[in-house]
């Protein structure tokens, strides 16, 4: 069983940056995919990046590249990503998500565990 808590959502400002966090729990993710994923008021969810356990590839969709960043502590279990120049578009709940048995993708619906997600608001 996977379980996977996010953290480090809040309210900033434009041009700030957050890090988010996702704590993993469970056992045989060793070959798993992580990925990051967001749904904004009135839209559906879209990927952002996939991280694989096995090797340490990412995969970004086109937006995301430049602004987000994705890495991982595997001795504490976490991966995170970093949101730079944060822009109110960027508003939406993020969540992390994990495949255990997908290589590397950042298709939402290909994903089976999912956290609760952390708010990300962008506000002057």
């Known amino acids: 069983q996977v379980q996977l808590v996010e953290s480090g959502g809040g309210t900033v400002q434009p041009g700030e940056s957050l890090r988010l966090t996702c704590t993993i729990f469970g056992t045989g993710l060793e070959r798993a995919c992580i990925g990051w994923i967001r749904q904004a008021p009135g839209k559906e969810r879209e990927g952002i990046v996939g991280?694989?356990?096995?090797?340490?590839?990412?995969i970004y969709e086109d937006y995301a590249k430049g602004r987000f960043t994705i890495s991982r502590d595997s001795a504490t279990n976490k991966v995170y990503l970093q949101i730079d120049n944060l822009k109110p578009e960027d508003t939406a709940v993020y969540y992390c998500?994990?495949?255990?048995?997908?290589?590397?993708?950042?298709?939402?619906?290909?994903?089976?565990?999912w956290g609760q997600g952390t708010q990300v608001t962008v506000s002057s």
């Open positions: 991280m694989s356990l096995r090797d340490d590839k990412t």
């Open positions: 998500a994990a495949d255990l048995t997908s290589y590397l993708h950042t298709v939402s619906v290909w994903y089976e565990n």
